[in-house]
């Protein structure tokens, strides 16, 4: 949901219309994308996606593991996102397909439950709570612009 509000928001806060560009024959529109717009995005769409990676609910893990001494039965819950940080944003052209969003120095922390239990004898078990945390993450995705169903033509420049 969040990759859609964030696509959304590129699509129509950026997307400058280039008059006169409508033809007879196959009527459409060519559109033009500054680095304004791009700065635009970036101030209005990171922190859209932000909120809505911080709010997403990551579910609860449990399974079996094997060790030297038996089976241990674990789980993970109440798995909370404790912060995102998102260090450097660039949206940039990708020549003949669309745009490349990169995120970088991205951080993130996270807080849940845990609990295990040996399977076998003497049946050891423990429960707790933990905080992890992972700094330096970095994504980039593109959004490719192209012909659909429709006449379509994009014209993007930096």
Not at 55 to 68: C, H, L, N, W, Y
Not at 85 to 107: E, Q, R, Y
Request: glycine share 12%.
């Amino acid at each position: 949901m969040g990759w859609l509000v964030f696509v959304s928001t590129i699509s129509l806060c950026l997307i400058l219309p280039d008059s006169g560009v409508v033809t007879a024959i196959l009527p459409g529109f060519r559109t033009a994308v500054t680095e304004k717009g791009f700065d635009y995005v970036r101030s209005v769409g990171i922190p859209i996606l932000q909120k809505q990676i911080s709010a997403m609910k990551i579910p609860d893990q449990s399974g079996e593991a094997g060790t030297p001494i038996g089976k241990i039965k674990y789980s993970l819950s109440n798995i909370k996102n404790g912060g995102l940080g998102i260090g450097a944003s660039k949206i940039t052209v990708a020549p003949g397909t669309g745009i490349t969003v990169s995120l970088s120095g991205g951080s993130l922390k996270v807080n849940a439950d845990w609990h295990y239990k040996m399977k076998s004898w003497p049946h050891i078990s423990d429960h707790g709570s933990c905080s992890m945390s992972v700094s330096g993450l970095s994504l980039t995705f593109s959004v490719n612009i192209g012909k659909h169903s429709l006449p379509l033509s994009l014209a993007l420049s930096r």
